[in-house]
């Protein structure tokens, strides 16, 4: 593989959320930052004579993705987050959505889309009201997902 002719770095903040915006389009419009979760593969023993051996595993294994989302004066982006996760354990069952990471370059063009399939939130942090405090109150969302696709 030759190394890339593009010498820009990727941005940290170029990015935008998308998460079903028929039922959750506050949550992904005020995002603030969303964390890649950690991707691993568990390693399954492979004893040979005399020697202790492992090889790969047989499935990927994906971590939370992470959200930051800056709360609107009417706090719809915490309470879509709290609904559903509501309606999930109402149901007894995970309300399913895909969420979308777009990521952009340097110019703010799309690159590509990072794809969480059959996400769902699992929690939501708290919020610290603040009399001292001169920023905007954020909580964080965390989904579990069935699996991950990077697409151009």
Not at 85 to 106: G, H, K, R
């Amino acid at each position: 593989m030759a190394l890339t002719s593009n010498k820009n770095f990727l941005s940290a903040n170029g990015f935008v959320l998308s998460i079903d915006k028929t039922k959750y389009p506050n949550a992904g419009h005020f995002c603030s930052k969303a964390d890649h979760p950690d991707v691993s593969v568990a390693t399954a023993p492979a004893n040979l004579p005399g020697l202790q051996h492992v090889t790969v595993g047989d499935a990927l294994q994906y971590g939370q993705l992470t959200t930051t989302i800056i709360l609107d004066e009417d706090m719809l982006a915490y309470k879509e987050m709290n609904d559903w996760l509501a309606e999930s354990v109402a149901a007894s069952t995970p309300v399913l959505s895909d969420i979308t990471l777009n990521i952009l370059n340097s110019s703010n063009n799309s690159i590509g889309n990072m794809s969480y399939k059959d996400a769902f939130p699992v929690s939501i942090s708290g919020l610290q009201f603040d009399t001292t405090s001169t920023t905007y109150l954020t909580f964080d969302v965390t989904f579990s997902f069935s699996r991950f696709e990077f697409i151009n």
